[in-house]
């Protein structure tokens, strides 16, 4: 059995109800967007790309046009949101680039290639 002191207890549920309150805060914002979207008339696939651009990132050739130094800071800047949790999705020509991801998928001729 878990025995804490009152001040421990106290401030655990000090804690856990300050957490609590900022998730149900952003579940209420989220909540208010979402029907301020519908009350402007917007369709279902409007809403859900609205909620999935803040859940996935699109990189497409984040490296493309630029110097290898600065795409090495890019890949940087990347690789430490995704390690914060961000989930990242890029698109890229580059095998180094695509080497550092922890998923890669191919393309050829439009579909997945073996």
């Not at 859940?55 to 890949?75: K, Q």
Request: aromatic share 4%; charged share 15%; no cysteine.
């Amino acid at each position: 059995m878990l025995y804490m002191s009152v001040t421990s207890l106290t401030a655990f549920i000090v804690a856990f109800a300050v957490i609590m309150s900022t998730m149900v805060m952003a579940a209420f914002e989220r909540t208010r967007e979402i029907g301020t979207l519908r009350a402007i008339g917007a369709d279902a696939r409007t809403i859900l790309a609205t909620v999935f651009v803040e859940i996935v990132m699109l990189a497409d050739e984040p490296t493309g046009n630029l110097d290898s130094v600065t795409g090495e800071e890019i890949i940087g800047l990347l690789e430490q949101l995704h390690r914060a949790g961000q989930t990242i999705i890029l698109v890229t020509h580059n095998a180094a680039v695509a080497a550092r991801a922890d998923l890669v998928l191919h393309l050829k001729d439009g579909a997945l290639a073996a």
